[in-house]
């Protein structure tokens, strides 16, 4: 591999940044007194059944400011918390980070709905070049209600896919017809219906939902549709592709998705991870900014680019010889591109699945935040990313703004493995 001889490098640029230090924001868990600046103070405790999140609504004001190791900024420390919107601080299985429960009338993930249709995901993606399947949990009881309704029946379910092709330059939401539910099986606790998309686009970025009826048949034929609950959260998925490059685009893509789920609907990786805490996941450090990690940790299961910890410069060749940027990565290949006023409208255009952008999130003019492209989306002039490490150590899919583009790193054909 050419990343060994780097490797002094790369120990070189991370001496000595482990004394330094910084201050966070967090709220502690249980009350207790605090030293606080050269005051001692009584705090009170948002944390209360130790799920990682405060309370919904815990106010500002009961913040702690806690100086922490630089390098470990994302991980507070023991007994405290950073993140809040629990809508039960009293029962640590109700918190944001978790999938919702069928038919208990309880808002279990925290998102302001309660009993709502989500979807489960496979590693492998369950996608075709032409289109992929959608595990589409049923958590209403409405809408099951009208798939196991016995005796007299006069309404059956049925459920249509609204979607979107993110890559294509219209924007246009579509929508199937009209199909029927049969053959599902419903648990106690979960009831799974599988949904497939087909006649799709190879290599493109698909977002899609599911809304359900109640479908009533009269003796002359006419139907009439009622709809049942609402419609289903968005599921994002990008097709398979014949050719290499465009598969292994694909493939990152839909890694980088499936880590999404892992971390926002299993709770799995990022802040509070039960599996891999914050970025662990993709070699990043506990409480260690991970989101250019994110990014090469998916990227690097078809290219190869190894462990990528920061963003770097945007120096021109000769590459200085940092194995950690991912910024010199695509430099060595001649495939990083400065992005500004005047060449941002032809990268916009140019931009594919699976591709990298530094970000300046801030507004200060520098990079400070890595993303990976699903589409750029003309109509609406936004740029779909899938991320990690955005809003506090979680991974997430960003609608940004073009503006905000600093460089771009094109994928190649002499990068795959
Ligand atoms: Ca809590
Ligand atoms: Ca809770
Ligand atoms: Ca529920
Ligand atoms: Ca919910």
Request: glycine share 10%; with cysteine.
């Amino acid at each position: 591999m050419a990343f060994t001889y780097l490797a002094a490098a790369l120990l070189l640029s991370s001496a000595g940044s482990g004394d330094e230090t910084t201050t966070i924001q967090a709220w502690r868990q249980h009350s207790g007194w605090v030293l606080d600046g050269w005051t001692i103070r009584w705090v009170q405790g948002y944390d209360l059944d130790e799920d990682g999140y405060a309370a919904a609504g815990a106010p500002t004001s009961a913040l702690v400011s806690l100086v922490v190791p630089a390098a470990t900024k994302l991980a507070p420390p023991a007994g405290y918390v950073t993140k809040s919107g629990d809508l039960d601080d009293h029962d640590p299985d109700v918190h944001p980070r978790r999938p919702e429960i069928l038919g208990n009338g309880i808002d279990d993930d925290c998102d302001g709905a309660v009993d709502e249709t989500e979807f489960h995901r496979l590693a492998s993606g369950d996608r075709t070049t032409t289109g992929f399947t959608m595990r589409v949990r049923i958590n209403d009881r409405e809408i099951l209600d009208v798939y196991t309704a016995t005796g007299f029946v006069i309404e059956r379910l049925t459920y249509r896919i609204e979607y979107q092709n993110l890559n294509a330059s219209s924007g246009a939401v579509l929508q199937t017809g009209r199909r029927d539910v049969s053959g599902m099986t419903v648990y106690p606790s979960q009831a799974e219906l599988l949904a497939t998309l087909d006649g799709l686009t190879p290599r493109n970025v698909y977002r899609a939902r599911v809304v359900f009826f109640a479908t009533r048949r009269f003796t002359t034929g006419f139907e009439t549709h009622r709809q049942v609950g609402d419609p289903s959260e968005w599921y994002y998925q990008c097709t398979d592709a014949t050719n290499e490059m465009a598969a292994d685009r694909a493939w990152i893509v839909s890694r980088a998705l499936y880590s999404e789920f892992a971390a926002e609907q299993l709770g799995l990786l990022g802040y509070h991870g039960t599996a891999y805490p914050d970025g662990t996941a993709f070699g990043a450090d506990v409480g260690e900014p991970w989101c250019t990690e994110f990014y090469s940790g998916c990227a690097d299961e078809r290219f190869s680019m190894g462990h990528r910890h920061y963003i770097g410069d945007f120096d021109p060749p000769p590459v200085p010889l940092n194995s950690g940027a991912i910024t010199h990565y695509f430099l060595g290949f001649g495939e990083l591109t400065t992005v500004d006023a005047g060449n941002r409208a032809s990268v916009l255009a140019s931009l594919l699945p699976g591709d990298y952008v530094a970000l300046d999130t801030t507004g200060d003019g520098n990079a400070n935040h890595s993303a990976m492209v699903l589409a750029y989306e003309p109509t609406d002039d936004r740029v779909w990313t899938v991320e990690g490490n955005t809003g506090g150590s979680q991974c997430g899919i960003q609608q940004r703004d073009p503006a905000q583009i600093m460089a771009w790193g094109r994928l190649q054909a002499s990068m795959r493995d």
